[in-house]
């Protein structure tokens, strides 16, 4: 086969690959535009258009059982098949492959190897695939932009920004051969090892990692001839739109994608002395005992505080009259800044910089509007000669406290729930079943 055919195919491939999720959900939205207003005219929607050119299925035989189909009196063609898939991750771990910094090696090129590995062998784990002599097998891994990334200011080697702000690996198969049936099955098989070997080499940081899109992309020779996703998925876009879903030179409603939110914080309020920095430090270790990636964020309520150790260099960078000052190493970093007391950073300003965690926990901000949990003790209410259960508002998700405030409380007739404040286990309960809410 000539080496420009492979060459064209797989821009093609790319073109589709780029605007996929953007087609397919235009595809989507006209697709039930054009079915309510069928709905509403008393006419049922039609069905997709279908690949198959017959009903039966190949890989049955008239008795209903298995078979490999028989290709002996087909004709040999050229034949390409490309497929994609993509392996979502934290940003944390996209930046570790990328800084080659997995213990298990490099990454990526294992992956590759893997692709291309397993297209060669999927006859031997696809049960009615026929052994191919495979004439080409690429594997292209490219990293996902990051979340905002204009297409124009996209690295070259980099795949475009997700609608929905994830990143990870995209990963493109090409395969090619001369023979008397298709290699589609090939190019998956090659696109799924290739994402499973990333999951497989990262999992010990990152096991809540993200296989998506495993799927054919193109496809050419044989007597069905060319088949491209992207081609089909615009022509069903004008299809529903010609049938009176929506004008077809007018803007296609894109179902809406779901955007990258910041990451869930539960914020510990209370009045001093209430015992929330020993409850907190309790949580934080249990549910890092249970595998997720924690975050802290404390408020200090007093108008100045100290991180830096005297005599240190960054300390005396400080001294000498740097009011922004970093600090970084191979395992750490940290910053520190002078402001204004009238200018305090915006607490979820910075949650915004809390990329590679599943949850924070907050210490502190009563009045910031965080899903919360009131720590209270009823000997600290009668000192302070206020109630803590004043700050139970709309976001409280449960009162930690003693069993007397308990009591108080639901005499009170609050209807938040009352868990011990030394039961570390059931409020890291609690907030699993919140964050999974």
């Known amino acids: 086969?000539?080496?420009?055919?492979?060459?064209?195919?797989?821009?093609?491939?790319?073109?589709?690959?780029?605007?996929?999720?953007?087609?397919?959900?235009?595809?989507?939205?006209?697709?039930?535009?054009?079915?309510?207003?069928?709905?509403?005219?008393?006419?049922?929607?039609?069905?997709?258009?279908?690949?198959?050119?017959?009903?039966?299925?190949?890989?049955?035989?008239?008795?209903?059982?298995?078979?490999?189909?028989?290709?002996?009196?087909?004709?040999?063609?050229?034949?390409?098949?490309?497929?994609?898939?993509?392996?979502?991750?934290?940003?944390?771990?996209q930046t570790m492959v990328l800084q080659d910094r997995a213990k298990k090696g490099d990454v990526l090129a294992c992956a590759r190897v893997a692709g291309i590995m397993a297209i060669k062998r999927t006859s031997d784990i696809i049960p009615m695939c026929h052994p191919l002599l495979i004439t080409k097998s690429k594997c292209d891994i490219e990293p996902i932009a990051p979340a905002g990334t204009p297409v124009e200011d996209v690295p070259e080697g980099w795949a475009p920004a997700r609608p929905d702000g994830q990143v990870g690996f995209h990963v493109l198969v090409t395969a090619g051969v001369t023979g008397k049936t298709g290699i589609e099955m090939e190019a998956l098989t090659g696109a799924s090892a290739a994402c499973l070997t990333i999951y497989d080499m990262c999992k010990a940081v990152d096991r809540g990692m993200e296989i998506v899109d495993v799927r054919l992309l193109h496809k050419e020779g044989g007597r069905?001839?060319?088949?491209?996703?992207?081609?089909?998925?615009?022509?069903?876009?004008?299809?529903?739109?010609?049938?009176?879903?929506?004008?077809?030179?007018?803007?296609?409603?894109?179902?809406?994608?779901?955007?990258?939110?910041?990451?869930?914080?539960?914020?510990?309020i209370g009045y001093q002395n209430s015992g929330k920095t020993t409850l907190v430090e309790k949580v934080i270790a249990e549910l890092t005992r249970r595998g997720l990636r924690v975050g802290s964020l404390k408020h200090h309520g007093h108008h100045g505080f100290d991180i830096d150790v005297p005599?240190?260099?960054?300390?005396?960078?400080?001294?000498?009259?740097?009011?922004?000052?970093?600090?970084?190493?191979?395992?750490?970093?940290?910053?520190?800044?002078?402001?204004?007391?009238?200018?305090?950073?915006?607490?979820?300003?910075?949650?915004?910089?809390?990329?590679?965690?599943?949850?924070?926990?907050?210490?502190?901000?009563?009045?910031?509007?965080?899903?919360?949990?009131?720590?209270?003790?009823?000997?600290?209410?009668?000192?302070?000669?206020?109630?803590?259960?004043?700050?139970?508002?709309?976001?409280t998700l449960a009162l930690a406290c003693n069993e007397a405030l308990a009591r108080q409380a639901f005499d009170a007739g609050f209807a938040t729930r009352a868990i011990n404040i030394n039961d570390a286990r059931a409020i890291c309960d609690l907030i699993q079943d919140h964050l999974q809410a």
């Not at 290709?71 to 497929?83: C, L, N």
């Not at 529903?240 to 914080?265: E, H, Q």
């Not at 960054?314 to 204004?340: F, M, N, P």
Request: proline content about 4%.
């Open 311 to 395: 005599a240190k260099d960054t300390w005396r960078h400080h001294q000498a009259g740097s009011k922004h000052v970093g600090l970084i190493c191979a395992t750490r970093w940290a910053e520190y800044a002078d402001t204004r007391e009238e200018d305090e950073m915006p607490a979820r300003e910075l949650l915004s910089r809390y990329n590679d965690v599943d949850v924070v926990i907050i210490e502190g901000y009563k009045t910031e509007g965080f899903d919360n949990i009131v720590v209270a003790r009823s000997g600290v209410d009668r000192l302070r000669g206020k109630s803590s259960l004043d700050l139970v508002d709309g976001r």
């Open 224 to 268: 069905s001839g060319v088949w491209d996703r992207a081609e089909r998925q615009a022509a069903a876009a004008e299809a529903a739109a010609a049938d009176g879903a929506a004008p077809a030179s007018a803007p296609v409603a894109a179902a809406p994608a779901a955007l990258t939110t910041a990451v869930p914080a539960i914020a510990f």
């Open 1 to 93: 086969m000539a080496k420009s055919r492979y060459a064209d195919a797989t821009k093609a491939a790319r073109r589709a690959a780029m605007s996929a999720h953007n087609v397919t959900a235009n595809a989507k939205a006209v697709a039930v535009s054009a079915q309510g207003a069928a709905t509403s005219t008393g006419n049922a929607a039609e069905p997709p258009a279908r690949d198959a050119r017959r009903d039966e299925l190949t890989h049955v035989d008239a008795k209903g059982e298995v078979r490999m189909v028989d290709v002996s009196d087909k004709a040999e063609t050229h034949r390409i098949a490309i497929a994609e898939g993509t392996i979502l991750m934290h940003p944390e771990t």
